[in-house]
């Protein structure tokens, strides 16, 4: 097969007749015509009508005459097909390069739950704009077809998966990545562990001066680096911890989440005293969040949830999480740690903690949960004494539980909770952390600016966090015997 640049008038007039009266051009007919592989050219081949990657660290690259292949604005929607384990993507405003992967453009994962290689599990899932915004939560199976969608508007990109937007990034007047320019398409074979495959990609040039975004771009400052930063560094930017109250709308809470770079998970209390204390109550939460771009959390409230939720119900979730703010003191009452009312004076604040990290523990050891949150909060009346009453061996007890049991610890944006030392005593333990917020409103809903803090002070990396299923089973899985059976 020869792989130049094919320009003679026949393929021309063929992709001309090809596109249809809304300006959609196909790029792929069948053959290899018009496409260019760097690398290892035997990775790519056509196998029952689709351009299959499988094979060593190649690219195959679109050299064709559509717009004499070099693009600045457009629409380019294919379908994909990612086999277990796979690594692939697709560039766009790249050039053609003999060898290696693309030193220019940007990229598109794809990867659904890529396989470890080396020590290094990759986070940054199917429909990611690869380093710039990135996506955690797998979204389509594999070894079934989805359709991709990439459009490049001025400064705007967007990227969706079977409709759905998952990326809306906005170019900041001073960039941090490279700026967005022009150039052609490539598909990505990553190694011979990375089947992929593709069909039907077609694209719609679009005029090169369009006009500018409604949204203004996005100011360039610290926290908006240090998201750009991590995630380069694979760590999952994600706040697990986002609650619809308040006046958040889900529309405003997903467009927060798009223009910040930071993943969601849309949380709802559940437990006693709360709106949702059934399981057709949660299932009617996950219905109303399913097939939106977030993940779906299940904030346990109080410690009768477990006889409140079946396995079922708990399990429909992406992960379970609660704190220890509620809990029944040794004389039997329940105490909830935020209302001052209900915890009463404290007289011996030693005796007060001995019981908080008896209840904490015994919430890590027993209760199905995957991140504890609210981690280490004390009321208003001891919570000046903080570093004080939190010794270093109230610290270890509650870390070793953490550790034990598998639960990742919430780096709390609103309460800046745990403090530094405790963040490094878990560390160093071998806990995983999260970001989470515990929003009360919008006003409240920040950047995980307390998580990025930790990261930079406490020296944590990609293998310091959580990611649901990633490193180990979900805890209903592993726990789910300590719920109500049905």
Known sequence: MDFTRRTFLGTVTALCAMADNSGWTPLFD??????RPNGHTSSWKV???????????????YAGAVAGSEFRNFELELECLAEPGCISGVWFHTPYQESGAPTRG????????????????????????FGIRNVYKQFVPDREWFRLNVAVRGLNVQVRLNEMLVVDYTEPATPVAAPLGRGTFALECHDGASGARFRSIRVRALP??????????????????????????????????????????????????????????LAVNCGKGFPTENDDAAARYFEQMRGEPAFIAMQAEGREWMQMFSRRAVGLFDYVFTDSMTWTDDRGLRRRLWIPDEVGPI???????????????????NEPIDIYANPSYLPDRIAPDYDRLWTEARMTRVVT???????????????????????????????KFTFGTNNTSPKDLGRSEYGLRMI???????????????????????KGDALRSA
Request: with cysteine; glycine share 10%.
């Open 347 to 365: 007289p011996d604040a030693r005796e007060f903690m001995d019981i908080l990290v008896r209840r904490t523990v015994g919430i890590l050891e």
């Open 106 to 129: 940007f990229k598109v994962q794809i990867a659904n739950m890529p396989a470890p290689q080396g020590g290094f599990h990759e986070r940054r899932k199917t429909g990611s704009l």
């Open 456 to 478: 930079r002070e406490c020296n944590l990396g990609w293998q310091d966090f959580f990611v649901p299923g990633a490193w180990w089973p979900r805890a209903f899985e592993r």
């Open 30 to 35: 069948g053959t290899l015509d018009g496409w």
């Open 47 to 61: 196998a029952e009508g689709h351009l299959v990657a499988d094979g060593p660290s190649s690219h195959l690259f």
């Open 208 to 265: 090169d001066i369009l006009p500018a975004p409604a949204a203004a771009p996005p100011a360039v400052d610290g926290v908006y680096r240090d998201i750009i930063e991590f995630g380069r560094g694979n760590i999952p930017m994600v706040d697990y911890h986002v609650h619809l109250k308040g006046g958040l709308t889900l529309e405003q809470a997903l467009e927060k989440s798009r223009f910040d770079g930071i993943e969601y998970g």
């Open 401 to 431: 539980a953490a550790v034990r049991n598998r639960v990742a610890i919430e780096l709390n944006d609103l309460r800046h909770l745990p403090s530094p030392a405790f963040v490094r005593l878990a560390k160093a333990a071998g806990c």
